[in-house]
């Protein structure tokens, strides 16, 4: 399984863009997928998940409302819409995979990134001031 994260760049505080991730070698619906940030100095952190069955969608705290994680099982690709960015949420924004329907439903495991099998090459986000 490859996944292919494309979509970041450089956008003013308040703007917007949307992250694609191309699963291939293996359908999407096989997998919950996650979307994880980490900007530099700072540890890999849990953005947005979504179930594989359900489409249920879980997010961080601070991105709540201006985030919208989606899938398109037709286009075996998962997206995170971005909107009214900040410069906090400047980092390296990657997608992962995992075909374990415990990992997105134990909150423990849904933010952990070693529970997830599966990871794109990260799409760099910058959020100028």
């Known amino acids: 399984v490859q996944l292919q994260a494309s979509g970041g760049g450089l956008v003013q505080a308040g703007g917007s863009l949307r992250l694609s991730c191309v699963v291939s070698?293996?359908?999407?619906?096989?997998?919950?997928m996650g979307w994880f940030r980490q900007a530099p100095g700072k540890e890999r952190e849990f953005v947005a998940g979504?179930?594989?069955?359900?489409?249920?969608?879980y997010y961080r705290e601070s991105v709540k409302g201006r985030f919208t994680i989606s899938r398109d099982n037709a286009k075996n690709t998962a997206y995170l819409q971005m909107k009214s960015l900040r410069p906090e949420d400047t980092a390296v924004y990657y997608c992962?995979?995992?075909?374990?329907?415990?990992?997105?439903?134990?909150?423990?495991?849904?933010?952990?990134?070693?529970?997830?099998?599966?990871w794109g090459q990260g799409t760099l986000v910058t959020v100028s001031s």
């Open positions: 979504i179930r594989r069955t359900s489409g249920r969608t």
């Open positions: 992962a995979a995992d075909a374990n329907p415990r990992t997105i439903l134990v909150a423990s495991l849904r933010l952990s990134p070693q529970a997830y099998d599966y």
């Open positions: 070698g293996r359908t999407l619906s096989s997998y919950n």
